[in-house]
C-alpha cells in the first residue's frame, strides 16, 4: 500500500526517465553493498596475515597472461587479493565519511537553524565563524587538526585516536555548507505564515524550529548531504593518500592508491589502479545521485 | 478581426492529458475590449497563450481554428509566429515589477522594441518612443525615457509596460490580469488608458481578469468561462445585468456589491462538491466547546483599544558612515474596536493595515503607543511573554492560506496544536474529536483530519485556517485579506462563514481589506488608513453613505461596481 503510493510519486516517475540516476543508483547500491558486507562477501580477509602468502604476491588480474581464478582483480606484492583489499578499504572509507557527514548535518543545520531563526547577532557570529571555516582549504583544516592532536596527544592514545581525529577533521570542514543552506532556508520560512502564525500563538521557538520550519527544508539539506558524502569520501582518500589519515594496516581507499603509487611505472597496473577506478566510480555515482536530487527539490529546473 | 473557432487546448502530463479548453468560440473585432472572465482554472491565460503562440511545450492546440484579419495563425511557421508576437499581437502581463528589465532604461526597451519589428533609424525609433509614452500619459516623456523602471510608481511601470506592448502598432492585445497587481486609484487609471486606446487606435483588447468589476467597468463583451468551457457569451451589459446560465447567475450573486450590505450571500451548492454528511451534530458540539469557555451564555469579544501606535522600520543606510533611515509604517494611529463587532481597516498597499495587525498580535513591535484589551494593557511584542494570556485570545486568519498552514503536518496536528499548547483539553481522544467536530462547524468533513493541507483548494485550506483560530477559543480575531487570494465564489463562501461565526461568538473581529466591497459586507465600523496615517474611523454605514474625508470619497469613487445604467 505505502510501496504502490510511492510509486506514483513525482520523484519516482522522474526518477524513471532518468537513465544516469538510474544507474548512478544502482551502482551506488552495488558498491555500498560491497563495502558493507565486504566481511561476508570478500574472499578473503586482508586484515588476516594468514590468509594470504608472499608466493601469491603481484599477480594480475584474472583476464592478463597470468591471472589466478582465486584472485579476480590480482594481488599486491604481500600476496593479499586486490578485490578483498578494495572491499574492506571501501568499507571503512564509507564508514568515516558516512560519520563525519552525520556530524557535519547536525552540527551546521543546528547552528544555520539558530541563526536563521533567531537572527542578529548569533547568526552573525555563527555566519563569521562559518566565513572563517570557508577561507581555510579543507586539507588545510584536517592537517592541522592532525598536527595539533599530534602535539597535545600522547603517541599510543593518538594512534588509536587516528579514526576519530580525521572523521572530525572531515566533519569540521563540511558543516559550513549545511549551516549556510539551513540559515538561508531558514530565512524564507520563517516570514512565512504558518511560522508567524506559530510565534504569534506564543510556542516555544526550539518547537518552532525542529517541528515548523526543519521538516520544510530537508529538501536542499537532503541534497548537500548527498553531495558532500561524495565530498567526504574524496577528501577521506586524499588525507589518507598524503598519509594524515589511517595506518597502513587498516588500509582505506585513498591508502590503498598511496601504496599503489609506487607501482605506477612498474608493470603491476592493477595494484594502484583497482582502487582508483572504484573510488571514481563511487564518487561519480553519488555526485550524479545528488544532481538528480537538486533537479527533484528545484521545479524550476525541470 | 480575430476569430478563434472550436478551440481545444490539451496538456500532456504524466497520468495522461487533460482538456484545459474545450471548444471554445470568439471574436475580437476592431476597438473592441473583449473580457475573459472566470474562476482560477477556467482556461483564460490559456486561451491567451494559445492566441499568441506561447503554449508551455505540455500543452497542444488539439483543434479548432485561430484567424487575425486574414492569417491563419495555427499555421505558421516558428519564425513567421516569432514574427507576429509583437508585431501584430502584443501581451500586457498581470506584474509591471517582472516584465520590464530593471537593468535597463525604459527608452532602451522600447527603442530595441521598436527595431526588432521595423527597419527604422535609432533616433525615428527613440522620437516615436516619446511619442508613445506621451500617449500613455507620461508627464515629461522626454526626460522620463532615460529612467529605469525602479524610478516609476507600479501605475506608471504598467503605463510603460503598456506603451511597450503598443510600439509596434499591433491590431490585437491580450491583457492577461493588467490590474490585479494595481491598487484601485491606479486600476482606474489604466483600465481609462486602455478603454482609450481601444477608441483611439481601433486595437482590440482580450481582457483577462477573475475581477467581474473590472469586466463590468470596460469591456463591450463578455466571455465567461468555466472549466475550459464556454458558460456564456454576449454584450457585457447583458450577460452580467440579466444572466442566464447559472453558472454565471452565481457568479453574479457571489459578488460583494458596494452599495449595500447583505445579511448572507446566496451561495448555490457547486455541483461535486454536494456535501454528503449531515455536519450538524459535530458541529454543535464544537460550539458548545466554544460557548462553555466563555463562562457560558452570553459570551462577548473583548474591547481593544490603540493609542497612538507608531511603528519605525529601520532603512536602508544612506552612505557608507550615514545613519539608517527610518520608515515611518504607522503613525500616530488611535482607534477602537467595539467589543463583538467587526471593524473593518482598509487602504492602499502601504498604508499599514497588515502593520497594525502584526502590532496588535505582537510580531511587530511599536516604537510607540499603547493597546488595551478590555482596560487591561496589551503588552507589545518585545514584552509580550510566551506565556500571555493574550496569546491565546488573539488569533489571526492570514491571506495567503497556502503559506499559513505547514504543509509538512496533517490537518488534525495543525488542529489540535492550539489545545495543546494552551492547555484547553489534555485528552487525546478529546482533541482528536474536537478537532473533527470544528471541523464540521467550518462546514468541512471529518475525514478532512487525516490530510495533509496541499490535498486542499484555496477556500478549503482557508476554513482549515478558521477552525485553527476558532479551537484556541479566541476573543479578537484578526483577518488580514482572509479572501484575496480565493476566487469570488468561494470568497462568497468564507465571508458568510466568517460573518456566522461572528455573530454567533461574538468575537471582536479586526477585518482587513483592500477591497471596499468586501469590507461593507463585513463589518460594523470602520477605519481608513493612508501612508500610515490614519485618515477616519467611524460607523461603517455612515462612511459608506457619506464619507467624511476626500480621500475616502475617492476611495469609493474608483472602486468599481457592477451596475448597469
Not at chain 2, 150 to 155: L, P, R, T
Request: some cysteine.
Amino acid at each position: 500500500m505505502m510501496l504502490a503510493r510511492l510509486m506514483q510519486t513525482e520523484g519516482v516517475w522522474l526518477f524513471s526517465r532518468n537513465p544516469a540516476a538510474i544507474l548512478a543508483a544502482i551502482v551506488t547500491i552495488v558498491v555500498v553493498a560491497g563495502a558493507v558486507l565486504a566481511p561476508w562477501i570478500a574472499p578473503t580477509n586482508p586484515y588476516d596475515l594468514s590468509s594470504f602468502s608472499l608466493i601469491d604476491g603481484l599477480l594480475p588480474p584474472l583476464w592478463e597472461q597470468g591471472g589466478d581464478p582465486r584472485f579476480l582483480l590480482g594481488t599486491d606484492d604481500q600476496g593479499r587479493d586486490m578485490l578483498s583489499s578494495i572491499l574492506y578499504g571501501a568499507r571503512l572509507s564509507l564508514i568515516i565519511a558516512s560519520v563525519a557527514m552525520g556530524i557535519a548535518l547536525v552540527l551546521g543545520v543546528s547552528l544555520g537553524l539558530a541563526a536563521g531563526f533567531f537572527g542578529g547577532r548569533l547568526d552573525a557570529i555563527v555566519m563569521r565563524v562559518a566565513d572563517v571555516q570557508l577561507a581555510l582549504p579543507a586539507i588545510l583544516t584536517a592537517l592541522l587538526i592532525d598536527g595539533i592532536s599530534r602535539g597535545i596527544l600522547p603517541r599510543e592514545v593518538h594512534d588509536d585516536l587516528r579514526l576519530a581525529v580525521i572523521t572530525l577533521a572531515i566533519a569540521l570542514s563540511l558543516w559550513v555548507n549545511f549551516a549556510r543552506t539551513a540559515r538561508a532556508s531558514t530565512f524564507v520560512e520563517r516570514n512565512k505564515d504558518y511560522v508567524q502564525a506559530a510565534i504569534m500563538m506564543g510556542q516555544h521557538p526550539l518547537r518552532i524550529m525542529l517541528r515548523h520550519i526543519l521538516p520544510n527544508i530537508v529538501g536542499p539539506l537532503l541534497v548537500i548531504a548527498t553531495v558532500d558524502l561524495a565530498s567526504a569520501i574524496l577528501l577521506e582518500a586524499t588525507l589518507s593518500f598524503l598519509g594524515v589519515g589511517l595506518p597502513a594496516d587498516s588500509p582505506s581507499l585513498g591508502t590503498l592508491i598511496r601504496i599503489g603509487m609506487q607501482y605506477l611505472l612498474s608493470g603491476e597496473w592493477w595494484i594502484l589502479w583497482m582502487p582508483t577506478v572504484f573510488l571514481v566510480v563511487l564518487v561519480v555515482s553519488i555526485n550524479l545521485l545528488g544532481d538528480f536530487l537538486r533537479d527533484l527539490f528545484n521545479p524550476s529546473l525541470r | 478581426m480575430l476569430s478563434v473557432a472550436g478551440l481545444t487546448v490539451r496538456f500532456r502530463h504524466r497520468t495522461g492529458a487533460a482538456t484545459a479548453v474545450e471548444d471554445v468560440t470568439m471574436t475580437v473585432a476592431r476597438g473592441e475590449i473583449h473580457g475573459l472572465v472566470g474562476e482560477s482554472g477556467a482556461g483564460k491565460s490559456t486561451i491567451g497563450a494559445a492566441i499568441m503562440g506561447l503554449l508551455p511545450p505540455a500543452g497542444e492546440i488539439a483543434a479548432g481554428d485561430m484567424r487575425l484579419g486574414d492569417t491563419d495563425l495555427r499555421t505558421l511557421s516558428a519564425a513567421q509566429a516569432h514574427h507576429l508576437r509583437g508585431k501584430r499581437i502584443s501581451m500586457i502581463f498581470q506584474d509591471p515589477q517582472t516584465s520590464l528589465d530593471p537593468l535597463m532604461t525604459i527608452g532602451d526597451q522600447l527603442v530595441e522594441t521598436i527595431l526588432a519589428h521595423e527597419d527604422i533609424p535609432a533616433e525615428a525609433a527613440l522620437t516615436r518612443a516619446v511619442d508613445l509614452l506621451e500617449e500613455i500619459g507620461i508627464a515629461n516623456a522626454r526626460a522620463r525615457i532615460r529612467s529605469y523602471p525602479h524610478q516609476f510608481s507600479g501605475g506608471m511601470r504598467q503605463r510603460v509596460v503598456i506603451a511597450l506592448a503598443l510600439c509596434t502598432n499591433p491590431e490585437l492585445i491580450i491583457a492577461d490580469e493588467p490590474t490585479t497587481a494595481l491598487d484601485v486609484a491606479v486600476q482606474a487609471q489604466v483600465l481609462d488608458l486602455i478603454r482609450k486606446l481601444a477608441e483611439t487606435r481601433g486595437i482590440g483588447f482580450i481582457l483577462i481578469t477573475h475581477d467581474i468589476g473590472v469586466i463590468a467597468q470596460i469591456a463591450d463583451r463578455v466571455t465567461v468561462l468555466r472549466d475550459g468551457k464556454v458558460v456564456e457569451q454576449g454584450d457585457t451589459a447583458r450577460v452580467l445585468g440579466a444572466p442566464e446560465h447559472p453558472y454565471t447567475k452565481a457568479l453574479m450573486a457571489a459578488v460583494p456589491p458596494l452599495d449595500r450590505r447583505l445579511r448572507r450571500f446566496a451561495v448555490p451548492r457547486v455541483e461535486g462538491e454536494a456535501e454528503t454528511t449531515d455536519l450538524t451534530a459535530p458541529a454543535r458540539e464544537a460550539e458548545d466547546w466554544l460557548m462553555s469557555g466563555a463562562g457560558g451564555g452570553a459570551s462577548m469579544g473583548p474591547a481593544l483599544d490603540i493609542e497612538a501606535i507608531t511603528v519605525r522600520f529601520t532603512g536602508e543606510r544612506r552612505g557608507l558612515f550615514g545613519p539608517r533611515e527610518s520608515f515611518v509604517a504607522l503613525d500616530d494611529v488611535t482607534m477602537s474596536v467595539r467589543p463583538g463587532t467587526v471593524m473593518g481597516l482598509v487602504g492602499e498597499s502601504g498604508s499599514g493595515k497588515s502593520t497594525l495587525a502584526k502590532v496588535i498580535a505582537a510580531l511587530v513591535h511599536p516604537a510607540a503607543g499603547e493597546m488595551r484589551l478590555d482596560g487591561a494593557a496589551l503588552a507589545p511584542m518585545r514584552r509580550r511573554t510566551r506565556k500571555d494570556p493574550s496569546r491565546r485570545v488573539i488569533q489571526m486568519v492570514f491571506q495567503d492560506p497556502y503559506s499559513s498552514l505547514n504543509s509538512r503536518h496533517k490537518v488534525l496536528s495543525i488542529l489540535t496544536e492550539p489545545l495543546r499548547l494552551y492547555g484547553l483539553e489534555r485528552d487525546e481522544a478529546r482533541q482528536d474529536r474536537l478537532a473533527r467536530a470544528m471541523l464540521a462547524l467550518v462546514g468541512l468533513p471529518a475525514e478532512v483530519a487525516d490530510r495533509y493541507p496541499h490535498q486542499f483548494s484555496g477556500g478549503q485550506r482557508q476554513r482549515i485556517a478558521v477552525a485553527r483560530a476558532l479551537l484556541s477559543r479566541p476573543g479578537l480575531l484578526i483577518c488580514d485579506e482572509p479572501t484575496s487570494a480565493l476566487d469570488v465564489s468561494i470568497q462568497a463562501q468564507i465571508l458568510n462563514l466568517l460573518k456566522e461565526l461572528q455573530t454567533k461568538f461574538g468575537l471582536t473581529t479586526l477585518f482587513i481589506s483592500h477591497d471596499l466591497a468586501v469590507v461593507r459586507q463585513m463589518s460594523d465600523d470602520i477605519t481608513v488608513l493612508k501612508d500610515g496615517k490614519l485618515v477616519e474611523t467611524g460607523p461603517s454605514e455612515a462612511f459608506f453613505d457619506g464619507p467624511r474625508h476626500a480621500y475616502s470619497r475617492d476611495l469609493l469613487a474608483q472602486t468599481p461596481t457592477v451596475r448597469f445604467r
